[in-house]
């Protein structure tokens, strides 16, 4: 660098030059920012950044103020008098919105052909509706489904909010090039202003794009979604990079800057996840190929790093994390070897709301090939389903409940309370008011379906939907959708509508159908009294609905009835207009043929009576003469 001549100091700033445009644009990139030691930091700036200063105006000139315009109320729907929930349906190039009528015909909102290119999605509370196009996605909210924010980015293929709605990660395979030169597919935008906070690259080689897939534009592409996890407040958003050399990487929103400038180096890092009530996360680190650290569960406290449990892992060959949805339990699923072609499976349980964080072991029944475990929403139960061996079509749900506090750690505290065998069962659904579990056999099943009560443990009603998809519930608990989708399976698309004890309200066969969602609704800003108040009344309340029901049928019913007794006035005036006109033109007929065809046409009838004796009973009665009797 040039000395100052008076100071006899360097001047802080030098000139550098480059064989390439390329090699100037990695000069900024990875010099900018460089820390040199506690006190120095260095900068890097490209020279048209200069002349970009330079030319700035030297008198300031207020920005233009748009006007103002009335946004509508985003969450209008929620004011409905009949309390309705909505849903967003998908076929051929057809999208529409409609109200649900249970089993009456639904009242539709809005309509448009090619409204999405390819499929729909809800943000998690329902205020905004995402379609997708080839220059990016949009936002439709409102009573009449007003399109809001545009956010250009080519070719999305995959969304993720914030849980608060604040954000939105888009990822497209085509990606976009940064000012510096970059390919970036991953990017974090503002949904209230519209604005990119930031972008980020991604390693070609944690994705493949399957060009035999399905017709879903969503499931040919084979990648880890979410690839950014949020916190449960969205102050905090994650990515790891997994690996020997693995790293997760924590950014605070929403300045999208990196939490204490620093990722948390993790060895052998291979999953991790938040819990859904506070800022903690979980994740959990393979053994190392040499040496003798075990595998391992960690929980640690954001933004402090502070440790809050960890726990020791031996023999592990996979592990996935399960956190319920209020963040009172997080469940392992630990697989290890015990054969070259054995593997065994056992659950560990930690309780995150009680001192120390214990932790139950629960060990299964090792003859099974475990599947996978579904959470009772806000419950203390979960749901295991196993098979006898891979690939078997026999399938059990195993039923445990939490029970009371652990005794001490490694306490088995999660009790077996029912199991069930079934046969092509491979999901199980949970209402979202928890209690009523749905046994389902999805996409490489027959599509069984069973409502189980786990309170009082009996079968509220079975059916079957042929070669199911898709299986979803709605906000309030009361009805479940079941949906073949033509993405996956071109025979038979269409939905059936289901009560939450198993009685088929709709059954829909839907040309070229590929999608069916339930919008959904923000958490009930009742409080937990409140709501115990309005669960001690419910049936007063039940017997109000159920009037207003009845009197919804009865209209329904009359209106049909019209319905039908106008067409049907319709017809008969319609028969009676064209009786009139062929008899005036009865003249002009004779003219043109010669002869009365209506009189040519009765010569060749001939009239026959024809008499039918049908017996209706017969009783054969003997009678006897009166010389018997003498």
Request: contains cysteine; aromatic residues 12%.
């Amino acid at each position: 660098m040039p000395d100052d001549p008076v100071t006899k100091k360097s001047k802080g700033f030098l000139f550098m030059e480059f064989e390439t445009p390329e090699q100037a644009i990695m000069a900024v990139k990875y010099g900018d920012g460089h820390v040199l030691d506690k006190n120095h930091v260095f900068s890097v700036n490209r020279y048209e950044d200069f002349e970009k200063f330079l030319a700035f105006p030297e008198e300031f000139t207020p920005p233009k103020i748009e006007p103002y315009q009335d946004r509508p109320h985003l969450r209008s729907w929620l004011k409905d008098e009949k309390l309705r929930d909505q849903w967003v349906l998908v076929k051929g190039d057809q999208v529409g919105v409609y109200w649900n009528n249970k089993a009456d015909q639904p009242d539709l909102i809005k309509s448009g052909e090619n409204w999405s290119e390819t499929y729909v999605q809800w943000s998690p509370l329902g205020t905004y509706m995402v379609t997708f196009h080839k220059p990016g996605v949009k936002l439709w909210s409102g009573p009449n489904f007003e399109v809001g924010i545009r956010f250009a980015h080519p070719q999305v293929r995959l969304i993720d909010f914030s849980p608060n709605e604040r954000y939105l990660v888009t990822w497209s395979h085509d990606p976009i090039t940064t000012e510096t030169g970059d390919h970036h597919h991953v990017v974090i935008w503002d949904t209230q202003t519209g604005l990119q906070l930031r972008s980020f690259p991604v390693d070609p080689s944690t994705f493949q794009v399957n060009e035999a897939g399905g017709r879903n534009p969503a499931a040919t592409v084979k990648i880890d979604w979410p690839m950014f996890k949020w916190s449960h407040d969205s102050k905090y958003v994650a990515r790891m990079t997994p690996g020997k050399e693995g790293a997760i990487y924590i950014y605070e929103t929403p300045g999208m800057g990196l939490l204490d400038k620093k990722s948390i180096k993790i060895e052998n890092l291979k999953s991790f996840d938040w819990s859904p009530s506070e800022n903690v996360l979980s994740y959990w680190t393979a053994e190392p190929e040499v040496g003798q650290i075990p595998a391992r569960v960690t929980l640690i406290r954001v933004p402090s790093r502070e440790l809050v449990r960890t726990k020791n892992l031996f023999g592990v060959v996979n592990a996935t994390l399960h956190w319920q949805s209020e963040g009172k339990y997080l469940l392992t699923k630990i697989e290890r070897a015990k054969t070259k072609k054995q593997i065994v499976v056992s659950l560990e349980v930690f309780r995150m709301k009680e001192k120390d964080v214990p932790v139950d072991v629960v060990e299964l029944n090792q003859s099974e090939s475990h599947v996978n475990v579904f959470w009772e929403p806000k419950g203390d139960r979960f749901a295991l389903v196993s098979a006898e061996a891979p690939g078997a079509p026999r399938m059990s749900v195993h039923f445990y409940h939490m029970g009371g506090a652990a005794a001490s750690y490694d306490v088995g505290g999660a009790k077996l309370v029912r199991s069930l065998e079934r046969k092509g069962i491979n999901q199980v659904i949970w209402s979202p008011k928890g209690r009523i579990a749905v046994l389902a056999g999805i996409r490489d099943y027959q599509g069984g379906i069973e409502f189980w009560d786990a309170d009082e443990q009996i079968v509220l009603g079975s059916g079957e939907h042929y070669k199911c998809t898709d299986a979803e519930w709605d906000p309030s608990g009361r009805y479940l959708v079941t949906s073949v989708s033509w993405w996956r399976v071109q025979t038979d698309p269409g939905f059936t509508m289901w009560t939450n004890t198993g009685q088929t309200l709709t059954q829909q066969m839907v040309p070229q159908f590929k999608q069916f969602l339930w919008r959904p609704r923000p958490p009930t800003l009742l409080s937990a009294e409140r709501q115990k108040e309005i669960l001690k009344k419910l049936k007063t309340y039940s017997k109000e609905f159920d009037k207003i029901d009845e009197s919804q049928t009865d209209a329904v019913n009359r209106e049909l009835i019209e319905k039908r007794l106008a067409l049907w006035r319709e017809w008969v005036a319609y028969r009676r207009r064209c009786e009139d006109d062929w008899t005036k033109e009865a003249p002009l007929r004779l003219e043109i043929v010669g002869f009365d065809l209506e009189e040519d046409a009765k010569q060749g009838i001939r009239e026959v009576e024809e008499f039918v004796d049908e017996v209706i009973d017969e009783v054969e009665e003997l009678v006897k003469d009166d010389e018997d009797y003498d």
